[in-house]
């Protein structure tokens, strides 16, 4: 039904996100005032952050910050600094939070952030200034009660710092729970860095389990090799998978009988590129995601799994580490195939739940052992990984279909239950 859509088209991430929704909740038999609730966000902030650059001139940014639900608790959900950062992109964005929080059953609604920028062609200097600045302009629309930022693409620990530095100075006290993935020292949670990879590596090991197949020999090719990425193949390194395959923005790496993840995350640091890594051989980047092997992790960006490339896949499990990594149109080719899809809301959840136990110790002033919260978070991975295919069984439909009727159906009965507001 979508074939005939460009790739423009086909690869707007909100578009993406609708038809799915609009598949879920038809499927649900969603009533049809509650629909329109949960199809668009509840509130969307455009800001226009001027910053003074380290030359002497002064630069005005464009941020976003869209809120799509807050029916099941605050907003939750990262800020992006990217330069093909666009309203489309936020939204869709905060409306997979809401669902991602959902599936994993954690008391969130979803949100995020977003300013047009280069983060890599900017100083330390202008990153902090205009962190502080977008913060500054959102101060009455985040708090710990209200939104509570992340990091994403091309944020880190020290941009939540700031922000939480400059939304404590407003607040002319330190509050420590308006945003999550702080450095531990300042009410970070042990556990937070490597979560997201550390989920990742719980569905896997899930669906392995319930697809019959063994760990060992289990070849795994990851795109994108931040945060996420990283962290994915050195967790399922150290379980005994074999990474066979890296690639990166500016080039790819491929070596069968396992790449050495630390070492490989050691001349990272070192040469600021995974490229001429002396432990693996030199790969095309757009062409190794498309190698044979067991598992594929797109861990960088949207839209990297579309009809232009998604008949060439030979993994067996799609481990959608990134958020939106696969078009419509491209689960459609690579239901054919029978490729067994581990979906986004999902897979990369595990950032957002230990966000959660951030959140929750901050509140509590006590704070966990790095034991604690991975044991808390690969039972709730493990679970949500249970409960989606269970309801993927149950209704007939694929695992994407089914992650988001179960998220629509906890949104729309807490909707329902609430009331709306007049
Ligand atoms: P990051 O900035 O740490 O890493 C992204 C990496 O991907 C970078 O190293 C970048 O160079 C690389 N990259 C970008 N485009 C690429 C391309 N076309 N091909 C190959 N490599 C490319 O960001 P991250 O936090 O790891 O986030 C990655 C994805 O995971 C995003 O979609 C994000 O929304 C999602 N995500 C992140 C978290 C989290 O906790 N950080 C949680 C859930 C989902």
Not at 64 to 89: C, F, M, N, T, W
Not at 107 to 133: H, N
Not at 375 to 395: E, G, N
Request: with cysteine.
């Amino acid at each position: 039904m979508m074939q005939t859509l460009t790739l423009e088209q086909e690869t707007n991430p909100w578009e993406a996100q609708a038809a799915r929704f609009d598949f879920a909740a038809r499927k649900l038999n969603l009533d049809e005032g509650i629909w329109k609730v949960l199809r668009y966000p509840a509130r969307e902030i455009i800001v226009h952050i001027p910053v003074g650059m380290d030359d002497g001139s002064i630069e005005v940014f464009t941020g976003y910050r869209v809120q799509h639900s807050i029916a099941r608790g605050p907003a939750k959900g990262g800020i992006r600094y990217s330069p093909d950062v666009s309203l489309d992109e936020v939204r869709a964005l905060a409306s997979w939070m809401t669902w991602k929080c959902a599936v994993v059953n954690i008391p969130f609604g979803g949100a995020k952030g977003g300013v047009i920028c280069d983060p890599k062609k900017m100083s330390q200097g202008e990153l902090e200034r205009m962190t502080r600045r977008y913060t500054a302009e959102l101060v009455e629309f985040i708090g710990p009660e209200k939104d509570v930022p992340a990091p994403d693409m091309g944020t880190n620990e020290q941009t939540m710092a700031w922000i939480m530095d400059t939304y404590s100075m407003h607040l002319r006290q330190t509050c420590t729970a308006v945003v999550t993935g702080k450095p531990v020292n300042i009410g970070g949670s042990r556990g937070r860095r490597e979560a997201t990879g550390r989920g990742i590596s719980v569905v896997c090991d899930e669906a392995l389990k319930y697809l019959g197949m063994p760990v060992e020999g289990c070849r795994v090719i990851v795109q994108g090799f931040g945060n996420v990425g990283s962290n994915s193949a050195k967790l399922l390194a150290e379980k005994g998978y074999t990474i066979i395959g890296i690639a990166e923005y500016d080039g790819g790496l491929f070596n069968s009988k396992g790449i050495d993840v630390p070492a490989l995350i050691e001349h990272r640091s070192r040469a600021g590129t995974i490229v001429g890594f002396a432990g693996a051989e030199a790969a095309d980047k757009d062409e190794l995601i498309t190698y044979p092997c067991e598992i594929l992790i797109p861990a960088a960006t949207e839209n990297v799994v579309t009809s232009r490339n998604a008949d060439r896949l030979r993994c067996k499990i799609l481990c959608e580490g990134a958020n939106g990594p696969t078009t419509t149109v491209a689960d459609e080719i690579l239901a054919d195939k029978r490729v067994f899809i581990i979906p986004d809301i999902l897979a990369n959840a595990g950032g957002v739940t230990t966000s959660y136990f951030e959140w929750v110790q901050d509140r509590m002033g006590y704070f966990w052992t790095e034991a604690e919260v991975n044991q808390r978070l690969d039972a709730i991975m493990s679970q949500s990984f249970l409960d989606v295919v269970a309801y993927a069984t149950s209704h007939g439909v694929n695992n994407r279909i089914a992650a988001y009727m179960l998220a629509i159906d906890r949104v729309a009965y807490t909707t329902k239950q609430r009331g709306i507001y007049a």
